[in-house]
């Protein structure tokens, strides 16, 4: 059974930076490797919106809302995905899901920007 796992939020306060990491295990790099592989967030009160996403081919789309702020990337040697989250707004404030091809989900991470 595949599994996504999260890991590196928590609090940081405005213009601050976390990187994200999701996990991929219980499943084969042939199939892996393909895979687009998204973020997800949702905030307090709020429905769960795309972050962004990359391709196999390691073409990456953003929500207008982290343009510019948020990078994705992906390591397939380690079937494992990194968001790297720059300038931080209290806005950002949600919990983090990773997702593969639109199917798998991870549990999802806080990440909480305080001052």
């Known amino acids: 059974q595949v599994r996504l796992e999260e890991s590196g939020g928590g609090l940081v306060q405005p213009g601050g930076s976390l990187r994200l990491s999701c996990e991929a295990s219980?499943?084969?790099?042939?199939?892996?490797?393909?895979?687009?592989m998204f973020w997800y967030r949702q905030a307090p009160g709020s429905g769960r919106e795309w972050v962004a996403s990359i391709t196999s081919t390691r073409n990456t789309h953003y929500a207008d809302s982290v343009k510019g702020r948020f990078t994705m990337s992906r390591d397939n040697g380690r079937k494992t995905i990194h968001l790297q989250m720059n300038d931080l707004k209290p806005e950002d404030t949600a919990i983090y899901y990773c997702?593969?091809?639109?199917?798998?989900w991870g549990q999802g991470i806080q990440v909480t920007v305080s001052s």
């Open positions: 219980g499943i084969i790099s042939s199939v892996f490797n393909p895979s687009t």
């Open positions: 997702n593969r091809a639109g199917a798998d």
